[in-house]
């Protein structure tokens, strides 16, 4: 995937937000509907589907493998499936450019079935480890050729014939979890996954959609026990994709720090793994109210009534991580604008994210005149109680998430904030200068 040059762009500090927004839709269930849709036998139709650059490479990456894949109209596409086992071996590598969540789920994918393939991605990617993915499936018969490190480009020659296992995750990953269920709907008998603590449930949930069989246990010490049974035939699926928690934060945080704001967010999913940051915000004092509680698609989904509020720092607990993994960045931009510190603990997993988001996160909030003390798996943050002073220039290492967490900091910050580089928002939340912009917000820079 052509990485597009550099662009700059700026925060400045703008008057009140207000109105009435949606996010783009979930980036994780995007994923794994166009996985599953693929997988079924027959039609699987989705609506709200997330059409960032991530996704889109899981769709090209689907059509290579066989699917048939086509878009219809904005966020409603159509997968014609073939069939658990029936994957082709693709002709040229396939490309997930930024994308962890694709590249990984799709090696557990391929890992089941009898074929070979290559993964490729950018630069950020290529950096990141897939040692996590490629332990659990090549005990299920798989065989990886990667870089030192287990980094890409790699080449997954695939089981002839998957063997079904017991995993305990190593690491909080529901990319890892569904990267071995993925295999193992291609192995005979059971695979086992087991969580320590517990992450998000999408690839459960969507399972159970399209008719596989799988049990979710309780046991000791709260271990969670997913067991899938192998070789289902998936039936197609009628999906609508809600809302993005992880996309929903950049303006939630925005009114929360801009004087004056009030938005609403609507048809967002609260899945209870993926509303920490949400939970964390009402705990600093953050006044968001949740409304029009329902379930759509299998998630629970809600709007959300933001109004402009003063903040305290809190310590988040580390158990809360797996639940908000993505949202810290902008955590710690709402914790610099708070009264007081904020810790937040057990947060080692965002060292191997899209970037080092500890160390980027520090260095921007350093940027803009807030102390930071960093740890190996931890970040605590001095509140400045009201705005920050801006005027940085932050280094955003080709992270959509760093890139859109400064540009909130400079919308209610004294002096603009500047990111080096805006382009990669498009992996995840292509529409997100405009969308702000109808809120209120002013940006200025290359190509705005
Ligand atoms: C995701 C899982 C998380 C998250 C990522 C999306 C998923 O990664 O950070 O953005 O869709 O499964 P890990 O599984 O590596 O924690």
Redesign the pocket.
Known sequence: MAHSPATPLTAEPSARLSGTVRVPGD??IS?RALIFGALAVGETRITGLLEGADVLATAEAMRRLGADVERLADGSWSVHGVGVGGLREPEQPLDFGNS??GVRLVMGLVAGHPITATFIGDASLSRRPMGRVIAPLTDMGATFHARAGGRLPLTLIGARRAMPIAYPLPV?????K?AVLLAGLNAPGQTTVIEATP??D?TERMLKAFGADVQIETGPRGLLAIRLTGEPELKPCAITVPGDPSSAAFPVVAALLTPGSEIVVQGITLNPHRAGLYTTLKEMGGDIEVMNQREEGGEPVADLRVRASRLRGIEVPPERAASM??EYPVLAVAAAFAEGTTKMLGIH?LRV?ESDRIAATASGLRANGIKVHESEDGMSVDGRGGAVAGAGHVATHMDHRIAMSFLVMGLAAQKPVTVDDATMIATSFPDFVPMMRGLGASFSGMGQ
């Not at 909080?172 to 890892?176: F, G, I």
């Open positions: 980036k994780s994923h962890g969540t909080a990953s529901a990319q890892v569904s992450t998000r999408h993994i993505d997993e994210k």
